[in-house]
């Protein structure tokens, strides 16, 4: 399978059956954007690329909605993605000192990927769990009432694995 | 399971209420009721539903396992309700496997409660209904059937008289009827503004068009709210319900719900209560064998607060970038795709099934003069018992932060309350006894918003949590209008130079001036209500940024910029705490001699401070 580049295709036949699905549908596009995402854990470039062709509309169109919203993804985030929440009851309760911490251990900033791949920080928006702050999330799964001491011991849990 | 025609719905109703009726008053089985909404399940209530079942097993006892959505108690996660035979029903809270061994063994069968984990008052103290009793200070109407029934079963919604609203509207009640019973009620739109629903919904019935549409905005991205989710998480149905009962009077056939991403169990609890809606035949073709049809869609949003504004959300289910647009023409009659539309917040919508099911006049029996009927909080922060309230519109902060929220943690000293998110301001301890509504918060300088309610206490500082908000607004700003893209930036440094100690009382000045200037020439509701915390906080806690900029101080200890960790010669006895606890080993010093700290390598992490026992670190 080959698209007019001469490039694999990128896009799944999961993908593009759920493109198939919703093409009919007026607003079909960011529907069809979060599922792209779910598939590679951002958008890569050559899915975006295919997507325009699949829906007939302009790249740029495109790359307009995903750099207008925060939760789509431009660059491949780490194999395990944490983020922590900075809504207003996780940074009154110390939400900027966790990603700080996790920056030390890490030692990479915000919105980077280690150098093995293994893990990228983000700071969310509010997640929610405003009962439970400070919240961090690890692959999705929701950590509550964290302090900076228990970091390294949520961090080494999921090495490796 | 078919298609229901009324009679047929009426008939399950009665069954199902009777089967409950029965199950509780003959008092014999024992039903286990674990929330499982987004903090229930973060805080383990998963892992507490599995070790409740492997005990009844292990026990050999036949009882009932359910789960059910949010019941406020977020502090103390997970909770469960269990309801045995000859006692009352009993609320635990911080239930962990080793908490659930000892309920089934001394609660279930011993029948001794476990204080260490009870709540002090029965369950249907803490769980209130929609009860008309005073003495308690919540009112539950949104939150009906939050805590209460299994979110994934409509018949138990349909046995709390789910779909009855509905069955009025299409078969007992024309359109001006039911918008005038919304207009009696005096229900207000939720979402923050508090613009009348009843008047939306008669703008677009009132437009001739060949569509129409219905929208729940349930994009709730105002930091530190969290009722929509939990709403949508508990009690699905009674959105889908309020949106299809819209559908009839307006005469629309579609509707979309418009949810974050971010949200995926509410997601999931919406997308399975439309099949189960569709099953009933209360969605699709011919709903309850009458002429009228009416489907509901969910649109994902994907992480952008300005489309919290009406046209930036419309413009975001249409697929593209979500900016707003200037108004009128309103939504109602101009909106989605360019048809005459309804958009109302998750909060309003929940109301709507219960104004129709027991009429206005109860409806607007409860609350102010101005503001009917209850509000939902997500009271968090520095509180004691933080979670999800409801109270009759009226009540005054001081109930709720006290009586409610069980006061401030620690026993620390509160300083202020932040309403209404990015958009709104603080409320001081001299506003405390102030009845809540709309206009008696904006009269002060903050305002209602979606139901956000974070509190504050010394350790707070007044400048660091603005420039927080101007962040967030600064970073969402769509960037269309220059007032908001620019001003807002322009705020932001201004409040970074003062909270590092580099601000002078011009920028004071300029921070006012362009306040001002925003709030009038901005675009959207976003660009112009982001200075109100500018405002509110300057108008009562001027003196923190004084200290800030004349004494180059911090008073509440926040800015770490301004903050410095010195040690007291006299006090120390080079214990080594300090030193060992640093993480960035700036703290030198030989045993039992004085310690000191290298101010240039010094993060500022304040744990050498919190390790000291002898008092011997110096913050300020």
Sequence with gaps: ?161 | MAKKTREELRNLREVKKTGIAQRNSSGESIRIIVGTGTCGIAAGAMNTLDAFQDELESHGINGEITQTGCMGLCFSEPTVEVAVPGMPNTIYGNVDGKAAHRIVKEHIINKVAVGDYAFEKPAADIITDETDDTTKKQKRIVLRNCGVINPESIDEYIARDGYAALEKVIFEMTADEVIEELSNAGLRGRGGAGFPTSLKWKFTKNVESDQKFIVCNADEGDPGAYMDRSTCEGDPHSVLEAMTIAGKTVGANQGYIYIRAEYPLAIDRLNNAIDQAREYGLLGKKILGSDFSFDIELRLGAGAFVCGEETALLASIEGKRGMPIPRPPFPAVKGLWGKPTVINNVETWANIPMIIHKGSAWFSSIGTETTKGTKVFALTGKINNSGLIEVPMGTTLREIIYDIGGGIKGGKKFKAAQTGGPSGGVITEEFLDIPIDYESLQSIGSMMGSGGMIVMDEDDCMVDVTKFYLEFSVDESCGKCAPCRIGGRTCYNILDKISKGQGSLEDLDQLKVLAQAMRKASLCGLGQTAPNPIMSTINYFEEEYLAHINNKKCPAGKCKDLLSYTIVEDLCVGCTACARVCPVNCISGEVKEVHAIDQSQCIKCGQCFDKCKFDAILKG
């Design chain 1, 1 to 161: 399978m080959t698209t007019i580049a001469g490039k694999e295709k990128m896009l799944t036949p999961e993908i593009e059956a759920f493109i198939e699905k919703w093409k009919g549908k007026p607003g079909n596009l960011i529907m069809v954007l979060h599922r792209v995402q779910e598939e590679f854990g951002y958008v890569p470039r050559d899915a975006a690329f295919e997507v325009a062709e699949a829906l007939g509309i302009p790249v740029a169109k495109i790359y307009g909605v995903i750099t207008f919203y925060h939760f789509f993804k431009l660059s491949k985030p780490g194999r395990n993605q944490i983020a922590v929440c900075m809504g207003t009851a996780c940074y009154l309760n110390g939400g900027q000192d966790l990603i700080d911490e996790c920056e030390r251990i890490l030692g990479v900033g915000l919105n980077t990927v280690t150098e093995d791949g293994e893990f990228s920080i983000e700071a969310v928006r509010c997640i929610g769990c405003c009962g439970l702050a400070p919240v961090l999330t690890l692959n999705g799964e929701v950590f509550g009432k964290v302090n900076t001491k228990q970091m390294r011991r949520i961090i080494q849990q999921f090495e490796g694995k």
